[in-house]
């Protein structure tokens, strides 16, 4: 971690960025939050842990609207999310600084299992530590890393960044989980049961906006939802309206640009496991137009916007 | 509240019996902003047309909807008739209460609901229509045929006589197509060549006619009147100024193993060729899959015998762009593969052959000089058995559906071709039908069955097995006696159903026309607009529209040609305003949009906008209202809802989709 403080007091000593997009101390040790930086001074608050889920790259499109650059810490999965926003034109890639950070999976504090937390060591970072230490108001409790990690990264994209200024640190395999088994067993079941499955998952959302404004796709200046210009406010005042229209409608405005950051997850107060439907399509994706990762690069032509003679023809051969 | 007008017709009582069509009307004045519905046995009748204006001028409408059948029938005409009373044109909404509603269903108390539903969407939709107006855009006064074949031939031909550019473009090395494959021709047996060649060589002649043989066409961008089209010249090793055509160097070239094209791979050819003696242009082109010097470097005989020096080794593809008012597809046919019927042991007998392939056997440049004889040991084939409809009118998924229409009748020439040279030899032909219609066609068969004695046996045969001395058993059974027939034969034809050219595909993806589901070219009306494609400025020609003979190719052509220089004759065209706009203060500058656009009518630019008192420059999307078809997929595309299509916005839609729902 120092090493990568002693980088931005460097660059934003040498003026050469003007500000630091990083993480800083929350109240507790598990929730450190996005924050910019603009002095040396300040950055006595940066931390970078395991903890430090968060995706930095949307902030980048603020950042890219102020004056000079902005040094972004991006984990190997944040870098296909900012890839797919330089696709996109949403960042400016010339105001960026990007150093490519190590990660060794993140962790969900939702997946610790004790009262009263009080401190927990072992999250560290470089510390490869397997083993997380919990104090607590009621004694010291153990559990392992891997039990503790974010579902997104038992599914990790790789260690590799997709695009960086410099990189600093290593990062670790986390893979051990397949992909798609959720989709799967989802596909699996009978159209009632998929609708009451998903009935009972969506009916906890209490719209509180959170994936939208987290999701780096979902970088819209004006999103539908709050738009005036579609009718559509006055059918997010149905009750049915989160159930029925929202998360599907907001699958379907990422779909194929999604880069399956898990961060919509991530941040569900409600712990709605809404990366499913985001997967669903990238599933569908892969086995319609051949294996493809939205943010991987910047050339490759997107399957939903990209048309070929040999694409699949819903409807022909699928039914 | 808009004043809207309804009007209901019956069209006589293809809407009427099934709709209730009074029904509608008392239903339609229930609805917001309704002031006047009536019904009408013929609303596109002037007498409707009278009580539309009439309506319009007493209610002071301010918008109407039509109650009737498809909008691509005669949305024109009502829209006419509101602009001569004074309403924009676009403020005219078609529900389409037959081919969607009368027509598909029975019961009419489920049509007339859903006939009522669709009338509702059209009110919701016509009162948020705006009033756009057309504007106009320039015609480019030239043509492009693709497919040098008789179709496209004459095509060009008809176009360059009413004064007007045309370029042709071939992929083989030399127009000429199918017909100069063939020997004879129905119904009349004149040669093919003999009434052929004089067209090819017109064509070539023309002044107003450039053709691009050894050429295809890489990409096409623009609409109607403007169309700017890449076309790849693929390098042809010769030089065509040069080249005298004096054919030394075929004669001299030591690579002789390709197989022969024209000839249906039924003999070889050189590596520098032309495909057949009559060939336009009368030049060369080195295959370079089989050229020895440009394989291996070594060799260069035909550039020494060459006294005109026209042997270019270094020549490369060249990409040439040209711009087109008009494109007519002509891209002909193939045969089928015939790899799903084993049963007829083609790809297991010489002597199993295909029509197009005893064509080439009978004429006089072909494989044989001419001379009828079995591939396998050149002996004259005593017996030989024709069967029709090989992979047509198939109700599996290894041949086509339909009927390949040319067979019957070549079939009949065939046999009577033989029995005329040589009438010793016995010809039985199997078929399902043998259909004939057409001037002089059942005239032509019933010579072949009563003067010349062909078989004719009507049944199909399952199995045609190679004996070990040579022949063929056919297996086969007489419908009509209801027996089973076993027949030695030494030669078995194969009536092999025709498809459209593989490459007509990606023709058609290029040009956005639609296709069908056996690749033939749509119409943009089965009936009163058959060398039309749905997408303007695109017309038919020839097979690649859907199996027809020669005579038909060639009116059809002509047909195509008339449609060509009509719309050529324009100086301005109105151009559709239902185009798509960008919303400056949603668009995110995301480029979407302009990925999947198909006619690149969509840029950027950086511009400031003034967001709710925030100053700032953002990346906008922009569209060229002239390239832009208003096919919508910008507005499915854009996530935030900035691209909208004018006439189809995405408030119109959702308030027809509320109005269906409510």
């Known amino acids: ?319 | 509240m808009r004043k809207i007008g309804v009007f209901v017709c019956h069209c006589g009582s293809n809407i009427a019996a099934t709709v209730d069509v009074k029904k509608v009307v008392e239903l339609a004045l229930q609805e917001q902003g309704v002031v006047h519905a009536e019904d009408y046995p013929y609303m596109c009748s002037e007498a409707g047309q009278v009580r539309i204006a009439e309506a319009i001028k007493e209610n002071k409408l301010e918008g109407i909807v039509v109650c009737s059948c498809s909008p691509r029938m005669h949305e024109a005409t009502f829209r006419k008739c509101a602009e001569r009373n004074g309403l924009n044109p676009y403020l005219v909404e078609i529900a389409n209460i037959r081919e969607h509603c009368s027509w598909i269903h029975k019961d009419m108390a489920e049509a007339t609901e859903k006939a009522v539903i669709l009338m509702r969407a059209a009110v919701a939709k016509v009162h948020l229509n705006a009033p756009l107006q057309a504007g106009e855009s320039a015609v480019t006064k030239r043509a492009l045929v693709i497919g040098g074949g008789i179709a496209g031939i004459q095509t060009a031909i008809d176009i360059a006589d009413a004064g007007y550019k045309v370029d042709i473009v071939e992929k083989e090395p030399s127009i000429g197509g199918r017909m100069s494959q063939l020997d004879k021709t129905f119904p009349t047996l004149d040669c093919s060549a003999c009434i052929l060649t004089p067209k090819m060589v017109e064509a070539a002649a023309h002044e107003n006619i450039t053709i691009h043989t050894w050429s295809e066409v890489e990409k096409v961008s623009g609409f109607v009147g403007n169309f700017t089209v890449d076309i790849r010249k693929k390098a042809r090793y010769v030089d065509m100024d040069k080249c005298t055509g004096c054919g030394i160097c075929q004669e001299k070239c030591p690579s002789k193993k390709p197989l022969n094209e024209f000839n249906r791979g039924l003999n070889t050819r050189s590596a520098i060729y032309t495909p057949f003696a009559q060939a336009i242009p009368n030049v060369p082109v080195i295959d370079a899959n089989a050229c020895i010097k440009l394989n291996t470097g070594k060799c260069g005989i035909c550039e020494k015998f060459c006294q005109a020096g026209a042997i270019d080794y270094t020549q490369k593809d060249e990409i040439i762009t040209e711009q087109y008012g008009a494109i007519v597809v002509a891209t002909g046919f193939d045969t089928i593969k015939l790899d799903k019927y084993g049963e007829y042991a083609y790809n297991e007998s010489k002597d199993v052959i295909t029509s197009l392939e005893l064509e080439r056997i009978m004429n006089a440049a072909g494989p044989t000089k001419g001379h009828l004889e079995r591939l396998s040991d050149g002996k004259a084939p005593k017996e030989i058995v024709f069967i029709q409809c090989v992979g047509s009118r198939c109700s599996d998924d290894r041949g086509k559906p339909y009927c390949s229409k040319i067979c019957c009748m070549y079939t009949a020439k065939h046999a009577m071709l033989i029995r005329d040279k040589y009438p010793d030899t016995n010809v039985t032909v199997f078929y399902i039908d043998v259909r004939t219609p057409g001037k002089n066609f059942d005239e032509f068969y019933r010579r072949a069955v009563e003067d010349y004695g062909v078989n004719y046996v009507k049944g199909q045969v399952g199995k045609v097995a190679p004996q070990p001395d040579g022949s063929l058993m056919v297996h086969g059974v007489d419908l009509l006696e209801n027996k089973q027939i076993l027949k030695k034969a030494d030669m078995v034809v194969l009536a092999t159903a025709i498809e459209p050219n593989p490459d007509v595909r990606k023709i058609a993806t290029m040009l956005t026309a639609s296709i069908d589901t056996n690749n033939f070219l749509t119409e943009a009306h089965p009936k009163l607009r058959p060398v039309e494609s749905p997408t303007a400025g695109v017309f038919l020609s020839g097979v690649c529209q859907g199996p027809k003979d020669i005579p038909e190719t060639v009116a059809q052509a002509g047909a195509a040609a008339v449609k060509v220089i009509g719309l050529l004759a324009k100086d301005k065209l109105k151009t559709n305003p239902c185009t798509a706009k960008a919303d400056e203060l949603r668009c995110n500058g995301c480029s979407q949009c302009a990925n999947v656009c198909p006619y690149g009518a969509i840029s950027y630019e950086t511009r400031q906008v003034n967001d709710h008192g925030i100053r700032e420059d953002r990346r906008i999307a922009v569209v060229n209202s002239a390239l832009c078809q208003g096919c919508g997929a910008c507005t499915v595309t854009c996530p935030s809802g900035a691209m909208d299509l004018q006439g189809f916005s995405n408030r119109q839609i959702i308030a027809e989709v509320d109005a269906i729902c409510r």
Request: proline share 3%; with cysteine; charged share 30%.
């Open chain 1, 1 to 319: 971690m120092q090493e990568l403080i002693n980088k931005a007091k460097t660059l934003l000593e040498s003026g050469e960025v003007a500000r630091v997009l990083g993480w800083k101390k929350g109240e507790y040790e598990y929730d450190p939050e996005p924050a910019f930086f603009e002095t040396s001074e300040s950055l006595k608050d940066f931390v970078y842990n395991g903890f430090c889920g968060a995706n930095l790259s949307k902030y980048m499109i603020e950042a890219g609207k102020k004056e000079g650059k902005t040094l972004v810490f991006l984990k190997p999965c944040d870098s296909y999310s900012y890839n797919q926003l330089l696709r996109e034109h949403r960042v400016d890639r010339e105001k960026a600084y990007i150093v490519g950070v190590g990660c060794k999976g993140k962790l969900a504090v939702s997946k610790i299992p004790f009262e009263g937390i009080l401190n927990i060591s072992g999250a560290e970072y470089p510390d490869a530590a397997e083993t997380l230490t919990v104090e607590t108001l009621y004694g010291t409790e153990t559990i392992a890393y891997k039990d503790a990690m974010l579902e997104r990264c038992h599914v990790c994209k790789g260690k590799e960044h997709v695009v960086y200024d410099e990189l600093i640190g290593e990062s670790a395999d986390t893979v051990d989980a397949d992909r798609f088994a959720e989709v799967e067993r989802i596909e699996a079941m009978s159209p009632e049961e998929k609708f009451a499955f998903f009935q009972s998952e969506l009916s906890k959302c209490i719209r509180c906006n959170a994936c939208r404004n987290v999701c780096p796709a979902c970088s819209c200046r004006k999103c539908v939802f709050d738009s005036t210009a579609f009718d559509s406010e006055q059918k997010a005042n149905t009750t049915s309206f989160e159930e029925k229209m929202f998360h599907i409608i907001r699958a379907f405005h990422v779909a194929g640009r999604c880069t399956d950051c898990g961060e919509c997850s991530r941040v569900c107060p409600q712990g709605i496991p809404l990366h499913l439907f985001n997967r669903k399509f990238i599933k569908d994706i892969n086995a319609l137009y051949g294996e493809y990762q939205a943010g991987s690069d910047l050339e490759s032509k997107a399957p939903l916007t990209n048309f070929t003679t040999e694409d699949a023809e819903p409807g022909v051969g699928r039914g």
